[in-house]
């Protein structure tokens, strides 16, 4: 029976320690090769469609908003993107897959589980972290839907609603809809407030 090549893993930057944990727990899988590690935020999505790892490591700390995860899947879409978190809500982990990431676990994971998630990944398999180990909060602001992430990033261009529709293939009254849900989300009222927040 024929092996399978080792899958290829990409690191970015994290805190000193947390990288040489995760270079470490890399390296000692013989079915895992090291592409590259600690890269910089700012040239990550260049780093990934250069070294076409087939799972990235993601420091969700380094994120300005959880829309990058999406731009990061969109630049490098053969890559699946594991990300990394200190203390994951489980609204947080179904944010993370929305955006196009395959698994959001925390960085005090067992070394094991963060292997297994990799090899899963790899596979093109979603992970959650389980429920037992999020810390979901009493209460919080609602997270963006893809979708409505999408509306966002449309509405903070200044596109008009029927821009929009036509952009994303929907009715005006759909976008009118995300629109409210967003303004209700992110607790403002009109679209300068709106772009106040960008």
């Not at 895992?32 to 790892?53: C, F, I, K, R, S």
């Not at 929009?164 to 607790?187: D, F």
Request: aromatic letters at 2%; one cysteine or more.
């Amino acid at each position: 029976m024929a092996s399978r090549p080792p899958v290829s893993v990409a690191i970015a930057r994290f805190e000193d320690i947390v990288t040489r944990g995760l270079r470490a727990l890399v390296q000692e899988d013989p079915n895992l090769e090291l592409v590259a590690d600690d890269l910089p935020h700012e040239g990550l999505a260049a780093a990934l469609t250069h070294y076409a790892p087939q799972v990235a490591l993601i420091n969700f700390g380094s994120l300005a908003r959880a829309a990058e995860v999406r731009e990061l899947h969109r630049a490098a879409p053969q890559t699946r993107l594991l990300v990394l978190a200190n203390r994951p809500t489980a609204a947080e982990s179904r944010q993370m897959l929305a955006f196009g990431a395959t698994a959001c676990l925390a960085k005090s994971s067992e070394a094991r589980d963060i292997r297994h998630t990799i090899h899963l990944a790899s596979r093109g398999l979603h992970v959650l972290p389980p429920l037992a180990l999020t810390h979901e909060p009493a209460a919080g602001p609602d997270l963006l839907t893809a979708r409505e992430a999408d509306v966002l990033e449309l509405l903070q261009a200044g596109r008009s609603n029927a821009e929009i529709a036509q952009g994303l293939h929907i009715s005006i009254e759909t976008v009118r809809t995300h629109a409210r849900r967003i303004y209700r989300k992110l607790g403002v009222s009109t679209r300068r407030e709106l772009h106040a927040r960008r």
